[in-house]
């Protein structure tokens, strides 16, 4: 059984949001509706275990064309984007939760709990089982 994360992923959601907004304030035009929209889809756990491409279909563009369309918008590729998104989610998994590596690994759609661990290694700067002893919630 899942615990209830509606309101700790409405939080989520919205801190992300925020960061958005903070993010399109340093352009002189604001992001295109269909950029917000896409956006706010690929900012929900639902989504985590689709790939890039499958993303593609949130929106009428090719791959190559999204990829090239979010770079210009966001300053980062939708892959570093899309990861960084996944791996947010783990750690508060992480933290607030005794769900197994392996079930969190899944949860943001990896296979490979080894990959996993080396991802959230390189952006968190300790493992998984390191960082949940050192930021377990009470």
């Given at each position: 059984?899942?615990?209830?994360?509606?309101?700790?992923?409405?939080?989520?959601?919205?801190?992300?949001?925020?960061?958005?907004?903070?993010?399109?304030?340093?352009?002189?035009?604001?992001?295109?509706g269909w950029l917000t929209d896409f956006l706010l889809k690929i900012n929900n756990p639902a989504t985590y275990k689709l790939t890039v491409n499958e993303l593609c279909e949130y929106t009428f563009y090719s791959h190559s064309h999204l990829?090239?369309?979010?770079?210009?918008?966001?300053?980062?590729?939708l892959t570093h984007y899309f990861t960084q998104l996944k791996l947010n989610y783990a750690a508060y998994l992480l933290r607030?939760?005794?769900?197994?590596?392996?079930?969190?690994?899944g949860e943001i759609g990896l296979d490979n709990q080894g990959y996993f661990s080396g991802l959230f290694k390189k952006s968190f700067r300790e493992t998984p089982l390191s960082y949940r002893k050192n930021n377990k919630s009470v």
């Open positions: 059984d899942k615990p209830d994360f509606s309101i700790s992923v409405k939080f989520f959601l919205l801190s992300i949001l925020s960061v958005l907004h903070d993010k399109t304030s340093e352009f002189a035009t604001p992001l295109p990829c090239k369309l979010f770079k210009q918008y966001m300053g980062v590729s607030g939760t005794d769900y197994s590596i392996s079930y969190i690994t």
